[in-house]
């Protein structure tokens, strides 16, 4: 707890050579700092750490919050997020605001001053600073980019310093930038979070004749707060792409956050575009009980299960599939921008979901129909690739023996593993348990968030190389190239070695820092020359105006390495 001790050997050294003004600093130190309270608050509760900590303080103190239930959606579930607050009356809201966090963000992580530091207890959720100004230890900002490399959740506050009074209200002082530097070598989302409390006129009136007297006040300000609360109005996040503005200045870029968070209580036009918020997660009981009662179709080698998936009226299965590929696609620059990524298709398509069974987490899943079965029920409108594509006579017999895939997804913390490959072990699962179907079909995505250049790279290669001779599908909203790209592409890839041009094309995307498409390249290495098709591609504008490709894959025409890992055989002679 606060020791007078600790905060002048901390902030005052230079008075331990002095016994008699240290001892008169002390006597009023204690009597401001409310230190004989602490200390009988510490002797009660010893054991209390992190946020069993923070909760006890707010309730010795009878302290409320209050907030808009529908508004702690906007705090992510997970992923990397930097949060930023006013600081209207101290350390009580700080106190406050990390309660309510920590309930949606375990993970979460305060950037703290030396003085907070003082507090043993609350070390756990503080990562410390001097300050944000550029001063602060190479360790100490070290150990904050760490955190959110983790996908950690950070809680800066960037004026460093209570609120004042000024003409137009109780505000903040001008806020560092610090905050915004972290947020922009993580590459990561910003969540404004305005308070809405003040201290006494005191306390105001101090900080006019003497701004460090009104800070030692602080402590006593807390203790009228008794009985009190504070009102959170918790904005949406504001995604990298909308703070990265080349031509403004750090400085300015602050200015135009400032002024977002200030705006958040108000009916004015925010500046700053803003990401809707995703859903809360389910309860991962109540998602282990849904899930076991799906049909069963494989187990791989280190416990993840994989399931078949039917909807059935609302389900936490249900809920969770859309809430997670929602953030799935919102990280790679697509997603629907809604709650929950589900459409109409969805109630009559089934879904081959991955499940961790040790972790109760749903890790990703394919949306697949039986086209045939589609149509006859719902006509070729049903199709989730009819709403953007035209289909011809020739597609057909396609259609009889064809499945559509989409929609597949890994949630991110599970990128890099072997998930994905684990969904085509369930595809293989599949085709084994209904062996009449010979091809798959499907839109695989492009994000918007690649340079055009690059996707017109793609688009060019893909078509070049493995274009459909058929005319079996057009595009409702076509992909066009710009005369110049048409022309780069032409001269890149001379059309006479496929190999030669995909390591060129790599090497292309990896200067623009970006790369393949993971789902390009597993569809075409899956198969032997002609097993896999690109019919057409499309613009997808209710998928963040992604570039999707019309994939068609020939079963017949899998590698028998292929066929021996997904389908378990050593050939593919039981596809009709």
């Not at 309270?37 to 009878?62: R, S």
């Not at 800066?156 to 806020?175: H, M, N, Q, Y």
């Not at 023996?401 to 369930?426: A, C, H, M, N, T």
């Not at 002609?530 to 992604?546: A, Y």
Request: glycine share 6%.
């Amino acid at each position: 707890m606060i020791s007078v001790d600790k905060v002048i050997a901390t902030n005052l050294p230079q008075l331990t050579n002095s016994f008699k003004i240290k001892k008169l600093v002390k006597k009023s130190l204690s009597y401001l700092l409310h230190e004989q309270e602490f200390t009988n608050f510490a002797t009660t509760y010893p054991h209390l750490q992190g946020i069993e900590f923070v909760e006890q303080v707010l309730d010795e103190l009878d302290f409320d919050t209050r907030y808009k239930a529908k508004q702690i959606e906007n705090i992510p579930s997970e992923g990397k997020i930097v949060i930023i607050a006013n600081h209207p009356i101290g350390s009580l809201d700080a106190l406050a605001l990390i309660n309510v966090l920590s309930t949606v963000r375990a993970d979460l992580k305060v950037v703290a001053n030396r003085m907070l530091m003082t507090v043993d207890a609350m070390h756990s959720l503080l990562l410390p600073v001097d300050n944000l100004s550029g001063q602060s230890k190479k360790q100490e900002l070290s150990n904050i980019h760490q955190h959110l490399k983790n996908e950690g959740a950070l809680l800066i506050f960037p004026a460093g310093e209570v609120s004042r009074l000024r003409p137009t209200g109780i505000k903040d002082c001008k806020w560092n930038s610090g905050f915004l530097r972290i947020a922009k070598k993580a590459n990561s989302p910003i969540l404004p979070i305005h308070i809405k409390a003040r201290n006494s006129p005191l306390f105001y009136g101090a900080s006019m004749l003497y701004k460090p007297l009104a800070s030692l006040l602080l402590v006593k300000e807390m203790f009228k707060q008794r009985q009190k609360s504070l009102e959170f109005e918790i904005g949406a996040s504001i995604a990298p792409e909308s703070y990265l503005i080349p031509d403004l200045k750090d400085k300015e870029v602050v200015e135009l956050i400032r002024k977002q968070l200030y705006r958040l209580t108000t009916k004015k036009t925010l500046p700053l575009k803003t990401h809707a918020p995703i859903a809360s997660p389910e309860c991962k009981k109540e998602l282990k009980k849904a899930i076991e009662s799906c049909e069963h179709l494989g187990k791989t080698s280190d416990g993840m299960v994989i399931y078949l998936y039917q909807y059935q009226g609302s389900s936490p299965l249900f809920r969770e599939l859309g809430r997670l590929r929602e953030i799935a696609f919102r990280a790679v620059g697509e997603g629907s921008g809604n709650r929950r990524d589900i459409d109409k298709y969805d109630m009559h398509y089934q879904h081959l979901v991955l499940w961790d069974a040790q972790s109760l987490e749903l890790v990703g899943a394919y949306r697949l129909a039986c086209a045939q079965d589609v149509i006859e029920q719902h006509s070729q409108r049903g199709l989730y690739t009819d709403s953007l594509f035209n289909y011809t006579q020739e597609m057909t017999p396609y259609f009889k023996q064809g499945i559509e895939l989409g929609r597949s997804f890994v949630q991110p913390k599970y990128w890099g593993r072997k998930s994905l490959d684990y969904l085509w072990y369930g595809i293989g699962a599949f085709i084994n348990r209904y062996p009449q179907y010979r091809y798959l079909f499907g839109a695989v995505s492009v994000s918007n968030a690649l340079p055009e250049q690059a996707k017109s790279l793609l688009v060019h290669y893909y078509q070049h190389y493995y274009g459909s001779e058929k005319s079996l599908a057009t595009p409702n909203n076509a992909f066009r190239h710009t005369r110049e790209q048409q022309i780069q592409c032409t001269n890149l890839f001379m059309g006479n070695n496929i190999k030669e041009d995909f390591v060129e094309l790599k090497h292309i995307l990896a200067n623009m820092g970006t790369h393949v498409p993971t789902l390009f390249k597993q569809y075409t290495e899956l198969c032997e020359p002609n097993g896999v098709t690109f019919l057409s591609f499309s613009i997808d504008p209710q998928f963040n105006n992604c570039i999707d490709g019309l994939v068609l894959v020939d079963l017949k025409k899998v590698k028998p390495s292929k066929a021996k890992r997904y389908l378990g055989a050593q050939d593919t002679a039981s596809i009709n």
